[in-house]
């Protein structure tokens, strides 16, 4: 039997869809939304100041809903009622707006959820080079983490690097069988996950975050590690001073 055939089946509700509660019935004996008061609505200061900068970089401030919610997230551990009620209230929205967001976005979690996700693409990319084997793997590691949740993730979009997974939104590839554990072991230990293989380390990501080691990349100080980046030197040699 393949790891394919051992993976759970998709949910589905009653009404077909893989989305819960698209087609519920609105309750209309509820008053309106209404804006949260700044007066009855305690916000973490700390929260509050990251909101407020998110917002700032934008000309509508809406458009700040995705990372504030997932300030949030990451503040309360999940999108609960009380999150959401503090960013509606920093950003002079409604909740129902921003549950709306929330719940069509499915890395936001409006259920409980463990500490920390590890999301293992499984799309067809990542598929052939190995990803339904690491995902059990992945699985098994992290049996008796309660933190550290494992899902299997439809595209990540970083298919240079599969197999792949986004571990607490760190990108980190191409994985092995042996990277279970020692995300697992990174995690508990409080430690960056597979340092010597997060995207953000690769030349292409940033010039200047290489890791000496990681395939592809040459180490610090050799100059021809990035064409026309700021430590490689000039792309055509007839520029040279």
């Known amino acids: 039997m393949s790891a394919i055939d051992r993976r759970p089946p998709v949910r589905r509700y009653e009404h077909g869809s893989r989305v819960p509660g698209w087609d519920d019935a609105v309750d209309l004996t509820k008053p309106p ?20 900068a998110e917002m700032a970089k ?13 300030l949030a997230q990451r503040h309360h551990g999940w999108c609960s009622p009380e999150a959401i009620q503090q960013v509606a209230c920093v ?11 929330a719940s069509f976005y ?6 409980p959820k463990p500490r920390h996700d590890v999301y293992v693409c499984t799309n067809i990319s990542c598929s052939l080079l190995g990803a339904d084997e690491f995902y059990d793997a992945m699985c098994h590691a992290a049996e008796g983490h309660g933190d550290i949740g494992v899902r299997g993730f439809e595209c990540l979009g970083a298919c240079d690097i599969g197999p792949m997974a986004s571990v ?9 069988l042996d990277d279970a554990r020692l ?3 990174d995690i508990e230990a409080g430690r ?11 030349a292409v990501a940033d010039a200047h975050g290489r890791v000496e080691g990681f395939d592809g990349i040459a180490p610090v100080g050799q100059e021809d590690a990035v064409a026309g980046s700021p430590v490689s ?3 055509n040699p007839e520029e040279t001073p």
């Open 58 to 70: 934008y000309p509508d401030a809406r458009s700040a809903s995705i990372p504030a919610l997932h």
């Open 192 to 202: 960056p996950v597979l340092e010597h293989k997060q995207l953000r380390r690769r």
């Open 91 to 101: 950003m002079r929205l409604t909740p129902a707006y921003l549950t709306s967001v």
């Open 233 to 235: 030197g000039p792309v």
């Open 183 to 185: 995300i697992v072991e």
């Open 168 to 176: 607490n939104g760190e990108y980190v590839g191409p994985l092995d």
């Open 106 to 111: 499915d890395m936001f979690a409006l259920q």
């Open 33 to 52: 939304a209404t804006v949260p008061d700044p007066a009855t609505t305690p916000v973490p200061e700390e929260l509050r100041r990251a909101i407020e």
